[in-house]
């Protein structure tokens, strides 16, 4: 037990430490700092060549890691989301500039350092044997003094926001900005400030942390992952939250892996947390808180329908281009699924877990055609209704959520079904997924064939172009329909403010319920036909990233049209093909362009020229 406990609180100062730097960002700015963990990596790789290569003393390699980070830190502050959120009609907007520079620093980090692993000498040698002192103990001396370090750093951080001028000038902005500013605090300034500090913060502890673990180029998503998870148990914005939330968390994971399979812990650590943010959305230290269509419209809508259904696939199947037909395919399905993740910001959500519909509508429509013999076509509807009911289930208390607390439960999500998944094997065959899944059968209605079965086509290629583009055009029809209807008004209503809905006799909890259920069913029908283009599906089909890359392509199109979401799948899909011919910087590249377009069109490609039909589109 004394064992647990010890690696339990040495954990917990170490994840603490990496995450008072996103809490910080947060208060300040209401930013979520997706390349947090990145910024930790860069830390890590300081120190292994200060400290590791060219043999300088820690405290040097240490002071190195944080000022490096720091000046990144105001670097992405002053020039990236300062602009941007000044610019942004909506705070949501800096969510894709995150993302962006969370790959972009990807990029970099794999171009420059590589995948190796990479370790540094130990600060002290020895290990600790506690039987001496009748201790069931036995402890390196290195992971102590790094977690005696942690809590001096804490320490020191704490009494900075406490009795220094910024820190207090933080601590003003973060309570409340509009009285901060009127008592004459530099808004800009201490903005700067505080995401250079965040940076700073994030570095040092992969400076720390790296004499420990190593580090390598690949790490950086999952330490985001566990510094939300953080905020997230202690209150978004709370700096003696994040401080508690990654000690409770560094317990849980001590006690969970001595008693439980490692994939078991995570899974039961996030379910946990869910329903504790069901009971208190705040954590632990944070406060409570029409169809119309012209003749214009329906001209390009008929234009739209001829080109994408007539002239796409005759022109790709003259040329026989099978990799065009298959990316517009693909296009056409991850359009669909984002269309749920548009929907669910149409209410005022910020959702970062479609994926997680996606691999529950994939695996149902799987199980369904392998192991019952059901009909595609079934199956395909049996799908997006079975994403739809647990998006009800789970649904029901999360939905209570707003903003921040939303959106990082719902991250966590999909990496909740990847676990499930790999964990119910005799259903989902676990690791190894299901494999072999037929075709699309024939499909006819009293004896005469609508659909045929598409392993008699020439090409099955065409079939499944046709069949995704229709599916996007219909899903994309019931959302337009859907926004410009009488439930869009009341959705919209709840997007600008819930409580005063609520006061006008709007049931808010049951339009968010039905709202989420329609996304999630847009998700579901997604994923079962993305696995039968592929005839596979396994746990890793739909992932975190695939997540934020749905919520990237809502944001890339617009929040203020409807159809964005087709438009950012388009560029984003096929921008990372066109780069592949630059192998290595690929990932360097198109991060870069994505955070151009956030800089200079912080609302989405459609705003460039569509913004007078900004009202048609967005009711």
């Known amino acids: 037990m004394e064992q647990i406990l010890l690696n339990g609180l040495i954990t917990g100062a170490q994840y603490a430490l990496i ?16 390349a947090h963990g990145q910024m930790y990596v860069l830390g890590a790789f300081v120190t292994y060549y200060v400290y590791g290569k060219l043999g300088m003393p820690f405290i040097v390699a240490v002071i190195a890691s944080g000022l490096t980070l720091a000046l990144i830190g105001a670097i992405f502050e002053k020039y990236l989301f300062n602009p941007v959120i000044k610019k942004s009609l909506r705070e949501e907007s800096s969510m894709l500039l995150a993302a962006g520079t969370a790959f972009f620093l990807d990029a970099l980090i794999l171009i420059v350092f590589g995948e190796k692993q990479r370790s540094v000498p130990a600060l002290v040698d020895g290990v600790f044997f506690g039987e001496t002192y009748g201790l069931d103990i036995i402890i390196p001396y290195n992971r102590v003094v790094i977690g005696v370090i942690a809590v001096i750093m804490i320490t020191a951080f704490i009494l900075f926001m406490q009795y220094s001028k910024p820190g207090r000038a933080m601590r003003a902005l973060a309570q409340d900005k509009t009285a901060a500013q009127l008592m004459g605090v530099n808004l800009d300034r201490y903005s700067l400030i505080g995401f250079a500090m965040g940076a700073m913060l994030a570095g040092v502890a992969g400076s720390l942390l790296v004499t420990i673990t190593g580090v390598n180029s690949g790490i950086g998503g999952g330490i985001s992952i566990q510094a939300f998870t953080m905020i997230m148990i202690g209150g978004a914005g709370v700096i003696s939250g994040a401080i508690l939330g990654g000690f409770i968390l560094g317990l849980v994971e001590a006690f969970g892996l001595y008693y439980l399979p490692g994939d078991i812990t995570y899974l039961t650590i996030f379910v946990c947390l869910m329903i504790f943010l069901t009971l208190r959305p705040q954590g632990l ?6 169809w119309l269509m012209d003749k214009k419209f329906i001209i390009r809508v008929i234009i739209s329908l001829i080109v994408l259904l007539v002239v796409i696939p005759t022109v790709l199947i003259v040329t026989q281009r099978n990799d065009y037909l298959y990316g517009i395919t693909s296009v056409a399905i991850l359009a669909m699924i984002s269309a749920g993740v548009w929907l669910t910001f149409f209410m005022g959500r910020i959702n970062i877990g479609q994926g997680a519909y996606a691999l529950i509508g994939a695996y149902s429509a799987a199980v369904l055609i392998t192991q019952l013999n059901l009909s595609f076509w079934v199956a395909l509807f049996l799908a997006g209704f079975v994403a739809a009911l647990f998006s009800i289930i789970i ?13 990082m439960i719902t991250l966590t999500l999909t990496e909740v079904v990847r676990l499930i998944a790999i964990a119910w094997t005799p259903v989902t065959n676990g690791p ?3 494999t072999d899944i037929p075709l699309p059968g024939e499909l006819s209605i009293f004896g005469l064939t609508i659909i045929p079965d598409f392993a008699t086509m020439q090409n099955s290629k ?3 172009y046709y069949l995704s583009v229709i599916a996007m055009i219909i899903t994309f029809t ?12 009341l959705l919209k209503s709840l997007q600008q403010n819930e409580e005063l809905a609520s006061s006008f006799g709007v049931n808010i909890s049951y339009l968010r319920v039905i709202s989420y259920a329609i996304a999630s069913f847009f998700g579901g029908v997604g994923g079962a036909i993305f696995i039968n283009l592929t005839q596979s599906v396994y746990p890793t089909t739909f992932q975190v990233a695939d997540s934020i890359n749905y919520m990237l392509y809502t944001f890339l199109g617009g929040l203020a049209y409807v159809f964005g979401p087709i438009l950012g799948a388009f560029v984003l899909y096929f921008s990372w093909d066109i780069l592949f011919i630059f192998k290595e910087y ?22 460039l020229r569509l913004k007078k039909w900004q009202n048609q589109f967005y009711k």
Request: charged share 10%.
């Open 478 to 489: 019931i959302l337009y329909r859907l926004v410009n209807s009488r439930m869009g008004i």
């Open 395 to 407: 649904g029901l208390p999360i939905l209570r959520l707003k903003g921040v607390y939303f959106s």
């Open 285 to 290: 230290m944070g406060k409570p808180w029409g």
């Open 462 to 464: 065409i079939g499944f």
């Open 19 to 34: 995450a008072l730097g996103l809490t910080l960002i947060f208060s300040l700015m209401n930013i979520l700092n997706f």
């Open 586 to 607: 690929q990932l360097l590249i198109y991060s870069g362009i994505m955070i151009l377009l956030m800089l200079f069109l912080p609302n989405g490609l459609l705003s």
């Open 432 to 434: 190894r997924g299901i």
